[in-house]
């Protein structure tokens, strides 16, 4: 399974980003896709997840300035990010819990995308 995100960048402080994160392989079921970021000297930290059936969680510094999605069809995740903040700046990462085989799930991870704010 491969993880690979993108939309990434520079932006200015109040600006807007939309992240992907593209699932491929010999996936049967995802069932939790989520977002974390690791900011220089910091612990990655959990932004936003979303599961299988559209149940979502935020992490509180994000609540109503991201959006997370997902296209089941398509096993992509989006991250909507308006009114971003010079805090924002982090590598994020993407992550799913993934059924390749009956019965077993296994955590992959994408190889992360730089998101820098100016301020």
């Known amino acids: 399974v491969q993880l690979v995100e993108s939309g990434g960048g520079l932006v200015q402080a109040g600006g807007s980003l939309r992240l992907s994160c593209a699932a491929s392989?010999?996936?049967?079921?995802?069932?939790?896709m989520a977002w974390y970021r690791q900011a220089p000297g910091k612990q990655r930290e959990l932004v936003a997840a979303?599961?299988?059936?559209?149940?979502?969680n935020y992490a509180d510094s994000v609540k109503g300035r991201f959006t997370i999605s997902g296209d089941n069809a398509k096993n992509t995740m989006y991250l909507q990010m308006n009114s971003l903040k010079p805090e924002d700046t982090a590598v994020y990462y993407c992550?799913?819990?993934?059924?390749?085989?009956?019965?077993?799930?296994?955590?992959?991870w994408g190889q992360g995308t730089q998101v820098t704010v100016s301020s």
């Open positions: 392989g010999s996936i049967i079921s995802i069932y939790t």
């Open positions: 992550k799913a819990d993934v059924s390749t085989i009956p019965g077993i799930t296994s955590v992959y």
């Open positions: 979303i599961t299988s059936g559209g149940t979502t």
